[in-house]
């Protein structure tokens, strides 16, 4: 394992995490006008998303865009989006993650604490 970096086990998920990150800022600010409430959750899932983006090697971050949701992320809503973020990358053992990682892992978990309390 390369020093300061995700370990290729880790990889997969750790590019979910992301790839749903991103779709829920994303869908937080396509639907800004009919869920204003999801705005500040799809800002945080959009800061996240870049913070766990910064962890990855340049050529990794090249192949985000190859990184598939499930077909039924498709009907989720922004709170949804990140708690499946959040499930996800309880999957991997946080060994396999670099020191840097454990920022993302807590944003992560206020951010689900958001939108389940929020």
Do not use: C, Y
Request: charged share 20%; proline share 5%; hydrophobic share 55%.
């Amino acid at each position: 394992m390369r020093n300061q970096a995700i370990h290729e086990q880790a990889l997969p998920v750790w590019m979910e995490v992301i790839a749903l990150l991103t779709e829920a800022a994303d869908l937080g600010s396509t639907q800004i006008g009919r869920h204003p409430e999801h705005s500040s959750l799809a800002l945080g899932a959009e800061l996240v998303a870049g913070k766990a983006v910064a962890l990855l090697d340049e050529a990794d971050r090249a192949r985000l865009d190859e990184v598939a949701l499930p077909a039924a992320a498709a009907a989720w809503s922004v709170p949804d989006l990140v708690a499946e973020a959040e499930r996800v990358l309880r999957g991997v053992s946080f060994d396999l993650l670099p020191p840097a990682a454990s920022e993302v892992v807590i944003d992560l978990g206020d951010l689900v604490w958001e939108a389940t309390h929020g």
